[in-house]
């Protein structure tokens, strides 16, 4: 399986959904989340303040506390519009390294991706598969 790293590119909220925009090679191309979704990670991006833990927070909490690391994200299948993604975790335990991969919401995984500043990627068929946009 051939892996495309892709690029954040911007993020378009209206009242009824949320626009991630993402770069892979010389083509964008988007993945549409709720709102409330797309609210948390701009949140995220600008650094915001918030009065209580969010659900990628409290995964990060949760990784710490394990010692679990964000090695990556793969967005790896489309069917119709929707997307889906592969979060890899890694934990050592002891002189052992564990890898678990785990099926996770593109935009769940992408503002875990950008929270931890770890690669996202694509596979070259959803890259193909993907409708193109307009910057």
Not at 76 to 91: A, G, H, K, P
Request: hydrophobic share 40%; with cysteine; net charge negative.
């Amino acid at each position: 399986m051939e892996l495309i790293p892709v690029k954040f590119k911007k993020i378009m909220q209206s009242k009824s959904y949320t626009c991630i925009i993402l770069g892979a090679e010389s083509k964008l191309f988007a993945i549409y989340t709720d709102p409330i979704v797309g609210r948390t990670l701009q949140i995220n991006l600008m650094n915001e303040p918030h009065p209580r833990p969010y659900t990628h927070d409290l995964m990060n909490f949760i990784f710490e506390g394990l010692d679990v690391r964000v090695k990556q994200v793969v967005i790896n299948d489309i069917e119709d519009t929707t997307y889906f993604s592969r979060i890899f975790l890694e934990q050592q335990i002891g002189e052992r390294k564990r890898i678990l991969e785990i099926d996770c919401r593109p935009s769940d995984s992408i503002t875990l991706a950008l929270n931890k500043n770890v690669p996202v990627y694509c596979t070259k068929e959803v890259l193909e598969k993907a409708v193109p946009v307009e910057e």
